[in-house]
């Protein structure tokens, strides 16, 4: 399949929102105008979940900015609900006729704020792929399976839905010398060699001429048996064959894929670490604090207390009248005393404690007025207090005790406050669904590769097949110069296509550059190889830092261009920070694009309007 | 079946796949004297009889 031409992106109920993006028609570009919270982002993020993740296993896997997990439903919204991406688009098969695609998929199910990892309760997802109008229908899996192999959708809808996330990873992995072998890896799982499969399909025909003839030769029923049964099981080794090179194609994507999400666990295992020990840090630190200040008030409260005779008796005056009244009277001066007896004779019960008072309780109480205190009372009660001036400021003391104590609960509320932060937790949910598509991912590898050896198993069993077959048949023997000289060539093409594997560095290279170039200038060019990553040179002087932001950021887009295997292109705000190139980039896209499709902000209309398309389609959200 | 218009620009991908394919039909020719691969390059194989084929290999081989 070819010239892939999108039509129409449908967004309905994604978290309340609707929008449509209806493109011109095939051999135009479109521009949207489509301002901040609109559905930019979501749509380049809705195409990557649609085309990265098969029904099967789409639950959970939509990723939103940097949540990971991310919500689809609308979180405002009681009740069932639904989310419905419709995307169509053209293309033409290999005699230029061309066919349409309708695919949809509906996510059902209802928000709910309890739910984790999202707040997501999907009760299903339908995929659907209609062809030609109904003509022919996918289903679950089995639309993702087809998009897969016509388009090859799943492994380059990171580059042609184009935005600032994916030149932030080719930047880094461009910048990284750790990356270069990722780098690498990458642009040999770009490579195709479509003439391989044109020149075995020749081999294969003449094959079958030869058996077809031979066939036709034959008398005896026992030869033409044979004739059958050998075109049968060359039949089947074609198609295992087939099957065996496209599990080994689902391999080298899916390893592709578990290095990516391997580096990225790697990545957030340490940025969850770090963020452990800065919170442990940071208790600690306050732990500490805290220790030091309550030690300040404990001394503190000591020194009041032993300094406490030389602060409490301060009012000398006050004191020596309560002695000179115990002393004169000989009981406590009123009101200290004289109620309280009243009040328990005239009640007969013990003011204090409740108790009824018996006889003798009674004469006690009686007496109490005529105690005579002993002697070290007496003695006390004999000199006056003197007026004492305090050798220290008690009250500036408990002030200091009260702004140390609220200095305490203020860092304990600090340090109780410690917890993983939402950037932090975020973290660890992104970690958890690495971690699952880790393990995901490594057993579909595993049961791949079982594929593929039961496969060569076969592939070796149905071999020795066909040449028995052919060596017991005396009809073939007068081809077996074509047959043997068939099985050369196909030996010579395979060897070929992996020699060609050393090559596409330097195409993918050389077109890197060119686009470069094109944009930036003949002073400017780009250079990828497996030593030294992808660099952007400067009057032929290469370097991962050249160019500045803007330089990189270009080389992510040529790098984008040349790793994308449809043709158009789909970007979330193009101008980025490329400063003054805006003109250069819109001139480029539309001499190396057959469709662009730019989302852009009104600010970059000026730029990419009249060179794209001169008549940009505003877009406003629905809600609802 | 509707027939596309094509642009007149050729696609980035498109590029890089002539190349990969120049690139290959090169390592084919420098491969050696594969007969048929050649008369495939040649675009002769769909139109010779087997005879024909078996007469050309033939005399590839004593040659």
């Known amino acids: 399949m070819d010239d892939v031409h999108f039509s129409l992106i449908k967004v309905a109920g994604y978290r309340g929102r609707h929008f449509t993006l209806k493109m011109n028609p095939s051999g135009q570009n479109t521009i949207f105008i489509m301002d901040g919270n609109t559905g930019k982002t979501t749509t380049i993020e809705l195409l990557r979940w649609c085309f990265h993740y098969p029904e099967s296993q789409a639950t959970n896997k939509f990723t939103h900015m940097w949540v990971v997990p991310a919500h689809v439903l609308d979180d405002t919204k009681k009740g069932p609900q639904a989310c419905e991406i419709t995307i169509q688009f053209a293309a033409t098969d290999d005699e230029g006729d061309e066919h349409f695609y309708q695919f949809k998929r509906v996510t059902e199910g209802e928000s709910d704020p309890n739910n984790k990892p999202t707040t997501d309760k999907i009760t299903r997802i339908i995929d659907t792929l209609e062809i030609d109008h109904g003509k022919d229908a996918k289903r679950g899996d089995e639309a993702h399976e087809y998009l897969k192999h016509a388009f090859r959708f799943n492994e380059c809808v990171d580059y042609f839905c184009f935005d600032g996330e994916k030149a932030r990873d080719i930047m880094q992995l461009s910048s990284n010398s750790e990356k270069i072998g990722d780098l690498i890896f990458l642009v040999n799982q770009r490579a195709t060699h479509p003439r391989i499969e044109e020149y075995k399909q020749k081999l294969n025909g003449l094959r079958n001429r030869v058996l077809e003839e031979a066939g036709a030769k034959v008398s005896d029923q026992a030869l033409a048996i044979n004739i059958g049964k050998l075109k049968a099981r060359i039949g089947d080794l074609r198609a295992l064959e087939k099957e065996r090179d496209q599990l080994k194609q689902d391999i080298a994507t899916h390893s592709l894929a578990l290095k990516t999400f391997e580096d990225r666990y790697k990545d957030l295992q340490e940025k969850i670490t770090t963020a452990k020990a800065e919170e442990l840090v940071e208790r600690t630190k306050y732990e500490i604090q805290i220790q030091g200040k309550t030690k300040e008030v404990m001394d503190k409260r000591r020194l009041l207390y032993a300094l406490g005779s030389q602060w409490i008796c301060t009012d000398a005056n006050s004191i020596n009248w309560i002695k000179m009244q115990v002393k004169e009277k000989g009981k406590l001066p009123e009101p200290y005393r004289q109620d309280l007896i009243q009040n328990c ?84 949910s992104e970690k958890e669904f690495v971690e699952q598509e880790i393990s995901t991912v490594k057993g579909k590898i595993i049961n791949l590769q079982r594929d593929v050896k039961e496969r060569e198993e076969w592939i070796k069993d149905l071999k020795e097949e066909v040449e028995k077959l052919q060596s017991q048949n005396i009809t073939l023997k007068e081809y077996k110069i074509i047959l043997d000289k068939i099985d050369e060539s196909i030996n010579t093409i395979v060897a070929a296509g992996e020699k060609i594997k050393s090559k596409t560095i330097d195409i993918i290279s050389g077109v890197i550059s060119e686009g470069v170039q094109s944009i930036l200038g003949s002073r400017f060019s780009a250079k990828l190889s497996p030593t030294e990553g992808l660099m952007l040179g400067e009057d032929g002087f290469y370097g991962r830092e050249r160019g500045g932001y803007s330089g990189r950021l270009i080389l992510s887009y040529c790098f984008a261009e040349a790793m994308t295997l449809v043709d158009p292109i789909i970007v979330d705000t193009p101008s980025g920070n490329i400063g003054s190139q805006r003109a250069n980039l819109a001139q480029h896209l539309v001499e190396n694009h057959r469709q662009i499709i730019l989302m852009c902000l009104p600010t970059e209309i000026a730029d990419f309007g009249p060179i794209i398309s001169p008549k940009p389609i505003p877009i406003t959200n629905k809600e609802g | 079946m509707k027939k596309r218009e094509s642009k007149k620009q050729i696609a980035i991908q498109k590029r890089i796949e002539e190349v990969m394919n120049q690139e290959f039909e090169k390592l084919i020719a420098e491969s050696g004297d594969d007969p048929l691969l050649k008369l495939i390059r040649q675009g002769k194989i769909d139109s010779l009889s087997l005879e024909e084929i078996k007469t050309y290999l033939g005399g590839k081989k004593d040659g």
């Open chain 1, 345 to 428: 004779l005239a009640s007969g019960c013990c003011e204090i404690c409740g108790r009824s008072l018996d006889k003798a309780s009674e004469e006690r109480i009686k007496g109490l007025e005529r105690q005579v205190a002993p002697h070290e009372v007496h003695e006390f009660l004999s000199y006056d207090l003197k007026e004492r001036q305090p050798a220290f400021d008690s009250e500036k003391e408990r002030k200091e005790i009260k702004r140390l104590i609220e200095e305490c609960n203020r860092l304990d509320n600090k340090m109780k406050s410690i917890k993983l932060s939402e950037e932090d937790a975020q973290l660890i």
